[in-house]
Each structure stands twice: as C-alpha cells, then as structure tokens.
C-alpha cells in the first residue's frame, strides 16, 4: 500500500491493533496444528507398537487370520485415513483469513525501515548522543527498556555507510561487534550465531572503510587483515586490502582517535554554516544571551480587542525584531480533542513545495491533512482567536493544516513564505505568506521543539500554546531571519496545527512600509 507509517507516530499506533489480530491469527494456527499433530502421535505410537509385534513374531503372527485381517486394514483404511490427514492443510482458513488482512490493511514495506534508521540517527546527530547510550535505549539521558541487538547495529552502520556517514558507520559497526561478542547476547539470541561468522566479516568491512575514510590508516590495515584472516575464501575482501595497501603504499600509518562520533564542536558556534546552526538551535547549545533577551517583554495582550480586556491572552515575546511571540494556553484540552478526531484518520505523508508541484522529502518526516475552516465550527472558533493574536484579517488564510511527526520526525529548516514567484501561482491574488501561527495540540517528552537558528529561539511545544511570527518585512519582501523548522523528536508523539495568513487583504492592519531588511545574520 501506499500509507506510510514510520512518519506519523499516530499511524504506528495503528499498527499494534492489527499486529495483536494476527498474534491471535497465529495461535489460531498452532493450536490446529498441534491438534493435528498430537492426534498422529496417538497413532503413530500404535502402529508402531503393532508392527513391532509383527517384526518381533515373525511369520508367527500370521498364524492368526485376525492379525492377517489387521494389517491389511492399518495399510489401507488405517493408512489412507492417516495419509489423508496429513495431507490435510490445517490452519489454512486460518492463513487464509491472514491474508485477507494483509489485503485489506496496509502493511509497513520493509523501505520503512530505511525510514526508521534514518530518523533515529536524525536523533543522534542532532542532539550528539552516544552510540554506546542509544543502543542501550538511553535517549537523551533518559533509560527506556529497549536494547538495541547486534543485527539493528550493523543495519544502522550499513544504512550510515549508504549515507556516505562514516563516523556514525565506524560507532555503530563497532557497538555490532561489541554485542555479537557478548556471549550473553549470544546465548540469548541463537539465530545470531548461525549467522555469525558473516556477519563479524560484514562489520569488520565496515569498520575497515569508515577507518580508511577518517584517515585511521594505521587502524585500517590492522581491520583489513584481520578480515582477510577470518574470511580469506572471499575475494572482494582480498580486493579490498590489496587496493588500500596501493592506495597508502608512501604515506605513513597514522592512527586517529574515533572514540567520538560526532564532530567536535566548533569553537564559535555564531558563525558556522546555515545546518550546524540549525542543530545547535534544536540542542539548545546555541541560545540569546541574557543581554539580549533584556529588551523582550511579557504581558497580557489586550489591545487587539475589547473582550480581551476581558480574557487576556498570555503573550511572551521571544523576539523583537523579527516579532516573534508565543502565546500560552491559547486551546482548550476538550478543542484539541475535537481537532484530532477531526484530522486522525485523514493524515497522509506531507511534502514540501516544489517548482513541479509536491514532493515526498527527507526535509519533512511527518503526515498532514488540510482542513478548510467550513468543517467544523471550532475551526471557525480559532480563526478568531487568531484573529486576535495577530491582529490580521484571517480572511484570506490557508487552510488548516493538521500535523503529526514521526520515528525521529522533523521539519528541515525552512521558510514558510514562497521565495518563487512560480509557488504562488495556485493563489496569486491571496499573496505570499505573511504571517504563520503555529497551535502546539501537544506536549512532546523529548525534542521536537520549533528552532529559529537566527534569532537563537528553540520553543518548546506546549500542549495550548501557539507561536505567532511574521514572515514578510512591512514592504512585503520576505524575511531571512525567519528561518525555522520542527526538530526532530526523540520521544513523544507531536501534533501541531499551521495556520498561513496571506498579505492581500492587510493593507488596513499592517500598512505596507518600506523597512530595511536588518538581516546581518543571514547567510
Ligand atoms: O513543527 C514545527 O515545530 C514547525 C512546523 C513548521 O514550521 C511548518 O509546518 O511549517
Ligand atoms: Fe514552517
């Protein structure tokens, strides 16, 4: 099928229902199987016992026309009837009923794992974990009761070997040896040891080439020959090592340290490139000084309008030029139930626009749906309160669009407003996008906070809460400062909600000015 899972966990959530049908598919099963079999043990004691006899008494036993009479019957209508039941397929309504299920329900295609692999080691880049901790299921600090097996570490290391990420190659390669050489593990996971013997040379491979790539010549050629001594009946691998000791034959075997997978961190974390910084954003290494968050005030809004006055909205300011504000408890629990009933069941994989229209991305890991504002009367209900919050007319705004992350889901930073004129195409006369509040429907237990790597802001997702920034300067002209994205999350099942507000129909809210673009920062 063509429903993805590993992007929205409220999809994988789907899957334990139907993984728990088949459990009971599969005892179904057994249970026939063990009947029919038990049932053959019956007879197959008996007739052992009685050809023993026979073979024991010899031509005796035909003294008797009864035991004539009785082994005719065992190899006719005896055997025929057990013959026949062995034939018998049991359980296959059960199987049957299987695959009505695997026809009927979509399935996970084992691409998905890429997709799991590659959101997991999202993780760690992001937030530097360490390979020892994650395939103990320590995340972040926290323990969970995962452990990761030798056969999921040497898949993450080839999967980082495919990316061409030869730190994350050698750490997980290595963490893969560490288990299949636990002979607690080994013990514990008997399949593993059948495979064994390929699986070391298949990791020391590996290690070998993220050893070569990081300039661990010395550690190379040691890994090299240890896998041409334990598999010298595999020509690739001699290929390998002759091709290496060529490569290397005037340099100098160096040894490097690898015991850190990630890069060491830049000594000025200010001016690195646009990503380093995104990351350092999501990791809150990178983050205002108290200096500059002095100017930014907090309050109660209530000049937008007179029932504020009334119920004022809790407005914090994050940043003052660019504005960007977050707004607290601004939904109610029972709304934000009411929001996901609507939008669950309709979510599919998100793109992200481009110039030939919509395309499925690495940059966007989540699934969404877009709800026009007619669906329910709560969306309608929202648009005011939002109304209210920004201060600009929702009139000409984008449909809603519901969100749910996955396995290390993420959002690439990114700019809302359209920097191609072709983008805009499917609504000119509403205009770019002027301004973006983002509904947080949930809390999320770990990562998955909106990054501003400019204005150095990370916002933690709040169950209520909604973020409010511009996009455009005053004269219409997007805005590089307002580069964001959602990190990726480690824990926790993260729903939001986007509402785009367009320019076109501001001109009585936010005069058009001609601001200077004071974007110093911006690469
Ligand atoms: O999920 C987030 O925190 C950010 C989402 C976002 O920027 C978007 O959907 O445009
Ligand atoms: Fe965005």
Redesign the pocket.
Known sequence: GNTEFFSSVHQMSKLVQLESVLLQQMQKYIKINENKLDFLKDRLAMLERDNREALEEGLNYFDSPLNKYYLTKRLTVDWARIENIMQHESGKKTLNRIAKYESTNHYPENSELDGAIAGFLRIQEVYRLKTADMAQGILDGVKYNISLDARLCLDIAKYAAKENNMRFTHSWALEALKRLQDPAEVSNNPTAVLAEKLEVAEILELLATSKKNLGDLKGANQTYAELVQLRPDIENYTREYLVFLKENVHKEYVSVDLSDEHEPLPADLHSTDQFTRYKHTCNGLLKQSPSEERELRCGYLTETDPFLLLAPLKAEELNHHPLLVLYHDVLSDAEIEIMKGLSDNRIVRATVAGINGSVVSELRTSQFVFMPRTAHKLLEAIDVRAEQMTDLNMEYSEDHQF?NYGIGGH?GQ?Y?WFQSEDLLISSREMGNRIATV?FYLTDVEQGGG?AFPFLKRLLMPKKGDAAFWYNLHADGVGDLRNL???CPIIVGS?W?L?RWIRENIQSDRRPCELWPDSCRDCA
């Open positions: 969100q959002y990114h809302d983002l909106t964001h994205g959602g993260k939001v986007n």
